[in-house]
């Protein structure tokens, strides 16, 4: 006489194999999705950080603010160059004309993965007669593959210059 599997023997073991398989597949999915939702803050929080030290560093230490409106915040830094921050189709750029004849530089502080908005349509708010800047902004990521993996970041600052 044989010995063989039934075909029940042979259904349970199938359908055991399904459910570990399934558990197993779903573990690593969400394993995934969390790896690229950490990927994606550390990305906003890195960028956020880097425009606010940016930005804080060149007002704390400039000599005066020249203009000061919801989108933009121009300053004469201590060196002499005049420094203009703008955000423009959620992008914030930096644009500095040293004092001596040479080129501008201009550049943007965040990069195509992430978005600027400010808080409340205002990033930049000029208090205490001109001397105090609340830097305010909203950092998006863009491009998210997945709704889950999309993240926005509140940074704000209030910066007072030393001159």
């Given amino acids: 006489m044989k010995k063989a599997f039934t075909l029940v023997e042979i259904m349970v073991s199938v359908g055991l194999m399904s459910i570990l398989a ?29 425009i606010q030290t940016n930005i804080v560093q060149m007002v704390k230490f400039a000599k005066r603010i020249n203009v000061c409106t919801a989108t933009s915040l121009s300053i004469l830094a201590n060196d002499g160059s005049d420094v203009t921050y703008s955000v423009v189709s959620n992008r914030l ?54 709704v889950t993996d999309a993240t926005s970041m509140t940074f704000r600052n209030y910066i007072y210059t030393s001159n």
């Fill in 93 to 146: 750029s930096q644009n500095i004309i040293p004092p001596v004849p040479t080129p501008t530089v201009m550049a943007n502080l965040n990069s195509t993965k992430t978005s600027v908005l400010g808080c409340g349509g205002t990033t930049f708010t000029c208090v205490t007669g001109g001397r105090t800047v609340d830097l305010c902004f909203i950092l998006s990521s863009v491009g998210a593959g997945d």
């Fill in 22 to 50: 399934i558990g197993v597949n779903t573990y690593f999915i969400s394993s995934l999705r969390s790896a690229r939702k950490a990927a994606t803050n550390a990305i906003v929080k890195s960028e956020g950080e880097q």
